[in-house]
């Protein structure tokens, strides 16, 4: 799952995830009162919303914040008529990239996608154009102080899990989708609530960018896509060579 991490390694560098917490802070309330609208506004009873809590915390979402979300969602009517929805396309380098979305309006959504498609250098193609080069998993992350590497890999596998991966700030944990919800429970009772806990997509192949100029286009069509209000997560299968990653790093 080195994938996860490499690319979130060069936005951090790059400084883009402070000139939008904005962004991600109004993405995470929305997803809190949609979990507090799914069932109870008390996270103990509540699995949806005690993962989005922990998810936002973990973006270090201010306190206030996240009651506010919480209240939001006992105090409005709307919230429920959101839906999920999922793009697919291609982006500079031909690098195959999956775009999901929640959205109470899916033509603005899916013209605001095709838009930034077409003027950063990429080309938006039909549903499963791309989602071939990628499987379906279940990922779970804890912080790296929660546990020692071995401890937390011999635990995750007793719960079921296909796979670990520790780097220098996550331990990352790999699942069948079907067997999500069970693992993370079991997590949950050892370690408490992760940071993570949702279904992913994990490239099967690579597309390699060794042109600094193309992985620059690329950045900026990925940050135009994660700035849209509408786009929870972007996924993609670009592979960076060390040299464009020191390249990048000294930007």
């Known amino acids: ?12 560098r790059k400084g883009a995830q402070d000139a939008k917490k904005a962004k991600v802070f109004a993405k995470l309330a929305r997803d809190i ?27 270090s979402m201010p306190k206030d914040n996240i009651e506010r979300a919480i209240a939001k969602a006992t105090q409005t009517a709307g919230g ?40 950063r ?36 596998l007793e719960a079921g899990a296909n796979d670990v991966a520790s780097d220098d700030e996550h331990h990352d944990i790999e699942t069948l ?13 050892k370690y408490g609530t992760p940071s993570a806990s949702r279904l992913d997509w994990k490239p099967l192949v690579k597309t390699d ?4 100029e193309t992985a620059k286009k690329f950045l900026d069509f990925v940050d135009a896509l994660e700035d849209d209000d509408d786009v929870q997560k972007v996924y993609h299968n670009a592979e960076f060579s060390d040299e464009i990653m020191k390249a990048l790093e000294s930007e």
Not at 33 to 40: C, D, E, F, H, Y
């Open 177 to 189: 989708p079907d067997d999500l919800n069970t693992v993370t429970e079991a997590m949950e009772a």
């Open 80 to 119: 429920d008529d959101y839906t999920s929805t999922r793009y697919e396309g291609f982006g500079p380098g031909k690098v195959a990239v999956i775009v999901e979305c929640l959205t109470d309006n899916k033509n603005r959504t899916a013209g605001n996608v095709r838009t930034i498609f077409g003027k």
């Open 121 to 156: 250098g990429g080309v938006m193609g039909e549903s499963g154009s791309v989602a071939f080069n990628f499987e379906r998993i279940g990922f779970i992350q804890y912080p790296l102080a929660t546990a020692e590497a071995d401890a937390m890999f011999e635990a995750a």
């Open 33 to 59: 009162t949609i979990a507090a609208k799914s069932g109870m506004p008390e996270p103990d009873k509540n699995p949806r919303l005690r993962l989005a809590i922990a998810a936002a915390r973990a973006e």
């Open 1 to 12: 799952m080195s994938g996860h991490s490499q690319f979130k390694n060069i936005m951090y």
């Open 209 to 212: 960018i060794t042109d600094l």
